[in-house]
């Protein structure tokens, strides 16, 4: 049995001082054992949002991580640093951060080493966007994707991984993918890791759905066979995210 997460991806909103109301404001709502939760915070918001989050079930997460431990990277930070400080989880590969910031199939392979060479969890993105949609290679284009991110990874450090499942025109749109297009996706996830690895493995990694998730929409998403959770942009940093949380 998967136990479902629920994730926040606050991309980049909040100060530091905003980083804490919103803490406080969802903390005792959203702390639970019965599923696991994370709060994937900006870069400087992490170590208030770590101390905030003391004492809670609520785990801490990345938006990005650099695929080298140390050197010359202006600008990145490095999985020993967020490990450091209290991360568990890390996205990688986000649609955003494909299509600005140069993130490609490969650097999200040498992310996941990364990230589970240092005990993090990565959360890998992949989805189409509304061309690939209309042209019905949906299924190809998120195969491609897994395949590449996966190459080389073994049995042992696939199993540290999650997946989630963004459809590109359901990011901030209010236009969610309904639960069955979102399904049919996951279980195809499901299925190249079954190819990939096998059913035992497949079976045991959890896979998400993200796209503007909401409180009225979560119920029926989360019902789905292979959808084990979900991947939260703008109703995570509202109350709406305690009512996801709380889905049943
Ligand atoms: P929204 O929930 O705002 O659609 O964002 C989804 C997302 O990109 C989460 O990573």
Same mark, same amino acid.
């Given at each position: 049995?998967?136990?479902?997460?629920?994730?926040?991806?606050?991309?980049?909103?909040?100060?530091?001082?905003?980083?804490?109301?919103?803490?406080?404001?969802?903390?005792?709502?959203?702390?639970?054992?019965?599923?696991?939760?994370?709060?994937?915070?900006?870069?400087?918001?992490?170590?208030?949002?770590?101390?905030?989050?003391?004492?809670? %079930?609520?785990?801490?997460?990345?938006?990005?991580?650099?695929?080298?431990?140390?050197?010359?990277?202006?600008?990145?930070?490095?999985?020993?640093?967020?490990?450091?400080? $209290?991360?568990?989880?890390?996205?990688?590969? %986000?649609?955003?951060?494909?299509? %600005?910031?140069?993130?490609?199939?490969?650097?999200?392979?040498?992310?996941?080493?990364?990230?589970?060479?240092?005990? *993090?969890?990565?959360?890998?993105?992949?989805?189409?966007?509304?061309?690939?949609?209309?042209?019905?290679?949906?299924?190809?284009?998120?195969?491609?994707?897994?395949?590449?991110? *996966?190459?080389?990874?073994?049995?042992?450090?696939?199993?540290?991984? =999650?997946?989630?499942?963004?459809?590109?025109?359901?990011?901030?749109?209010?236009?969610?993918?309904?639960?069955?297009?979102?399904?049919?996706?996951? %279980?195809?996830?499901?299925?190249?890791?079954?190819? =990939?690895?096998?059913?035992?493995?497949?079976?045991?990694?959890?896979?998400?759905?993200?796209?503007?998730?909401?409180?009225?929409?979560?119920?029926?998403?989360?019902? =789905?066979?292979?959808?084990?959770?979900? *991947?939260?942009? $703008?109703?995570?940093?509202?109350?709406?995210?305690?009512?996801?949380?709380?889905?049943?």
């Amino acid at each position: 049995m998967r136990k479902r997460i629920i994730v926040a991806n606050w991309k980049m909103n909040k100060t530091p001082k905003e980083s804490l109301e919103l803490v406080e404001l969802l903390k005792e709502k959203v702390d639970t054992e019965e599923y696991d939760v994370v709060f994937c915070v900006p870069f400087v918001d992490l170590i208030p949002v770590a101390s905030a989050l003391e004492g809670t %079930h609520i785990m801490l997460g990345a938006q990005n991580v650099h695929y080298e431990d140390f050197g010359p990277y202006t600008g990145e930070i490095s999985a020993p640093m967020l490990k450091e400080i $209290g991360c568990t989880h890390v996205i990688i590969g %986000h649609s955003e951060r494909r299509a %600005h910031f140069n993130e490609t199939d490969h650097t999200v392979n040498q992310k996941i080493f990364q990230t589970v060479n240092h005990d *993090l969890t990565p959360i890998v993105c992949v989805g189409e966007d509304l061309e690939q949609r209309k042209n019905n290679i949906i299924i190809e284009q998120i195969r491609m994707q897994i395949k590449r991110a *996966l190459k080389n990874v073994s049995f042992e450090d696939v199993s540290k991984t =999650m997946f989630a499942y963004e459809p590109l025109w359901a990011i901030g749109t209010g236009m969610s993918a309904s639960p069955e297009q979102a399904q049919e996706v996951c %279980h195809a996830i499901r299925q190249v890791l079954a190819e =990939m690895y096998d059913h035992e493995t497949a079976n045991t990694i959890r896979i998400l759905y993200g796209g503007s998730v909401t409180g009225k929409n979560c119920a029926e998403l989360f019902a =789905m066979k292979d959808i084990d959770g979900g *991947l939260v942009g $703008g109703s995570s940093l509202k109350e709406d995210f305690a009512k996801i949380v709380g889905c049943k």
